[in-house]
């Protein structure tokens, strides 16, 4: 069966998450994939994420697999499907027609997330939902080294949500790096995996240290805790963004059967 690679935009506001749960819970970004897959060949497909965000999480760059029983222009899957989420939140940016052995998942050698912070005196408005807002000043040279203190290999049981399903609490974190720009901090984090809510219980509790509640010193013990009641702030899920996902150079697209236009 042919394999598509998709490379997913979402805004993660209106889901309850990735993953499908029980009609109950509410619309997942996963379900409203594979209705408009159905919607445009008829076939239920199983679509295979490179990793679950949680409710009101948002992607740049999300990665899925689908199996298809037929072969297909790139563009003409990426189109159609398109096509059947008009009415959602959701896009997909490419579709590549990749070998069988390819897995969004397990393939991943690394997962780069954005986390926005404005900090200014006057209240979000039509960012209110795409950053979190801090109405004091932050001190970014002190969030820097904070944040340095958490690069490496360690035991990150101190920021792993109490029903993370991870095998081992040790991460290699590759890079968490803080920037000031023009919209206001940005913090950049790489790693090949995460805990569930590493990523935003790390940034809260830098974030304590750029307010002046905490020193860097101060993280530094929180991790070396390995206890979750040491964590600080978590911080919400709205500002957190998945931005991309790399793989290996073997996995490459395969030749698309509208190659050259």
């Known amino acids: 069966m042919p394999r598509y690679k998709l490379t997913i935009e979402y805004d993660g506001g209106p889901y309850i998450g990735w993953q499908i749960q029980s009609a109950s819970f509410g619309k997942s970004v996963q379900g409203a994939l594979v209705q408009a897959i159905a919607a445009f060949c008829g076939e239920e497909v199983k679509v295979n994420g490179a990793g679950r965000t949680d409710a009101g999480v948002h992607a740049l760059g999300q990665v899925a697999h689908i199996d298809l029983t037929r072969d297909w222009p790139n563009r003409v899957v990426r189109d159609a499907i398109n096509r059947h989420l008009k009415d959602e939140a959701v896009a997909v940016l490419a579709a590549e027609r990749m070998p069988d052995d390819f897995d969004a998942r397990f393939s991943a050698i690394r997962r780069h997330y954005l986390y926005r912070i404005v900090d200014r005196r ?15 000043r932050l001190d970014l040279a002190a969030m820097q080294e904070a944040a ?7 035991d990150f049981t101190t920021f792993r949500a109490t029903e993370c399903q991870a095998k081992s609490p040790v991460k290699n974190l590759d ?11 940005a913090c950049i984090l790489s790693a090949r995996s995460f805990l569930h809510n590493q990523v935003r219980s790390m940034v809260g509790t830098v974030k304590l240290v750029g307010e002046g509640f905490w020193t860097p010193d101060d993280v530094t013990a929180a991790l070396a805790a390995r206890d979750r ?11 957190l963004y998945l931005t991309q996902v790399d793989y290996a150079e073997e996995w490459r697209p395969l030749p698309d059967l509208e190659r050259g236009k």
């Open 122 to 136: 006057p209240p979000l408005t039509l960012e209110a939902r795409r950053a979190w807002w801090s109405p004091r």
């Open 229 to 239: 009641k040491a964590c600080g702030t978590v911080g919400p899920a709205h500002a």
């Open 148 to 154: 340095r203190r958490l690069v490496g290999r360690h």
């Open 175 to 185: 890079r968490f790096d803080i920037e000031r720009r023009a919209d206001g901090i």
